[in-house]
């Protein structure tokens, strides 16, 4: 069976990270037929017709320029890489979080020559910082994946127009500083959660970005290349808040829909959709309403206010959020008491390099791999199996604290909505939404070095900036010269 041609034409430019480029198909009214390889693993391949619909997206490793070719990663390599990239949101990231938030995707083969020309096509409109990689055009394996700016569950929405906010996760680095902080997202506190929500809106960074349709319409792409004019995005949601044109302009029409669309993300964010097979372990000691950290900008606006103290709410245990606090807090020991055990890890393979396949390091990730992380034990026992243990569950904890939310809305009359669709009223509107979850490789066990590096150089530029404030001069030499945006308080 012949692989039909591909025309690069109906695909764009999506985004991309370090490691991967991803990119979108373009038609948006009708199926595409498709007669391409899937293969379900190294040894076994079939042939599929297939229909990829509009809310299709083809993501590609991506590798330093070609200048060794003895450096390169052979086919069956990039295949076997894209293939635990799959097994790990199948058999892992998926018991953590649950059916219906993480989409594993498939690994397919593309005709070189589409590739080449797709590869050709997109370079153009590739950010200048992302070009020291480039999309692998050599074996021509590639991962197909739900476009989750589009919603995932209903079709009857098909034809409407569709919102998507995606929120990273994570504090990422930045030039400019925020008032947005991680604890008051997760603390599970309406309050406090609009404040982050509204921070993030204020100062998007590449911590959130607004989608209309697939297309960016709010948010950063790069440093450079930056939409954040909110009479701009206020002008983009108002068809959705305000169908009947309520609101005609000015500060407080885009203010109420700022705040419109804060709510709808807080009630999507806080919504419980699926179950998870990680639900039923024992859970992770979370304090309930998180901990405020001591530069909180909402914490300020409290105590400005003459409040000091804010009633805790906690997450509700079957939310996202709960479940991505959840595997972050499997980081039980911090990297300072990791690394110890990183190395009684690494000790034990510098004398038995053959085992390295046993202890799954570098997977298969399977049943057995995520049974291994349910063991929550800190009794330390001496063994490379409970060193192990804890160096997967960081791993697993350091990836899920750099996912990212994808939240997809559409309206819907009131006789499409039902008990099993998920809906979210505002004033004027009633929105279906899905909720899912991106960014689930796994972090590299090689990197822990760095990470522990990394961290002994911001504890000592932080005791540095903090026995400077003491210094006239030496708190202006840390000022002129200052490119780190990451500032440290007690929490």
Same mark, same amino acid.
């Given at each position: ?64 320029? @070609? ?34 938030? &993480? ?96 921070? !993030? ?12 349709? +697939?297309? !960016? ?9 930056? &939409? ?8 983009? %949601? ?7 044109? +309520? ?20 009630? =999507? %964010? ?66 300072? +008491? ?49 060193? !192990? ?24 009359? #009131? ?9 979210? %009223? ?33 504890? @000592?530029?932080?005791?540095? @900036?903090? #026995? =400077?404030?003491?210094?006239? &001069? ?6 002129? @010269? ?10």
């Amino acid at each position: 069976m012949e692989v039909e041609k591909m025309d690069e034409n109906e695909w764009k430019y999506h985004g991309e990270g370090n490691q991967s480029l991803v990119v979108s198909h373009c038609q948006r009214s009708r199926l595409w037929n498709q007669t391409i390889v899937l293969f379900r693993n190294a040894n076994e391949t079939l042939f599929f017709r297939v229909f990829l619909q509009r809310c299709v997206v083809l993501r590609f490793l991506k590798s330093p320029p @070609n200048q060794n070719k003895d450096l390169d990663k052979t086919p069956e390599e990039i295949l076997q890489h894209l293939q635990n990239i799959v097994d790990f949101g199948k058999h892992v990231m998926k018991q953590f979080f649950g059916e219906n938030y &993480v989409h594993h995707g498939e690994i397919i083969q593309l005709p070189l020559d589409f590739v080449r020309q797709l590869c050709l096509k997109i370079q153009p409109e590739r950010p200048e910082c992302r070009c020291d990689k480039d999309m692998d055009t050599l074996s021509g394996y590639a991962m197909c994946l739900p476009n989750l700016t589009r919603l995932q569950t209903f079709r009857f929405t098909e034809h409407r127009p569709i919102l998507c906010i995606e929120i990273k996760v994570a504090n990422g680095k930045w030039k400019r500083p925020s008032k947005y902080c991680p604890l008051d997202l997760f603390s599970g506190n309406k309050q406090r959660m609009h404040f982050a929500l509204k921070s !993030l809106l204020q100062e998007a960074q590449n911590n959130l970005k607004i989608f209309k349709n +697939g297309e !960016l319409i709010y948010g950063c792409k790069d440093d450079q290349d930056c &939409v954040s004019d909110w009479n701009e995005l206020a002008r983009h %949601l108002k068809p959705f808040f305000f169908p009947s044109n +309520g609101l005609v302009s000015g500060p407080h029409c885009t203010r109420t829909i700022v705040k419109e669309l804060i709510h709808v993300i807080t009630t =999507a %964010l806080l919504s419980s959709t699926d179950t998870c097979r990680a639900g039923d372990m024992k859970t992770v000691p979370i304090s309930q309403g998180r901990s405020y950290c001591e530069a909180s900008a909402f914490n300020k606006e409290l105590v400005r206010n003459g409040k000091h103290k804010l009633e805790s709410s906690g997450l509700p245990r079957g939310c996202l959020l709960y479940k991505t606090l959840q595997a972050q807090m499997l980081d039980m020991l911090d990297i300072e +008491g990791l690394y110890p055990l990183y190395s009684r890890v690494e000790q034990y393979l510098e004398e038995f390099p053959e085992e390295r396949s046993t202890l799954q390091i570098d997977g298969p990730y399977n049943e057995a791999f995520y049974e291994k992380l349910l063991d929550l034990s800190l009794e330390d026992d001496g063994t490379v199996a409970f060193a !192990l243990t804890k160096v997967q569950q960081y791993r697993i904890a350091m990836t899920a604290k750099d996912c990212s939310i994808m939240i997809a809305l559409s309206t819907c009359l #009131q006789d499409e909505c039902s008990e099993q669709r998920p809906v979210v %009223l505002t004033s004027k509107s009633r929105f279906t939404f899905s909720v899912s979850v991106l960014d689930l490789d796994l972090k590299p066990y090689e990197s822990i070095p760095h990470q522990y590096k990394l961290d002994g150089e911001i504890v @000592n530029y932080y005791l540095k @900036n903090v #026995q =400077a404030k003491d210094d006239p &001069v030496m708190s202006n030499l840390f000022k002129e @010269n200052e490119d780190c945006t990451l500032v440290l308080h007690k929490v």
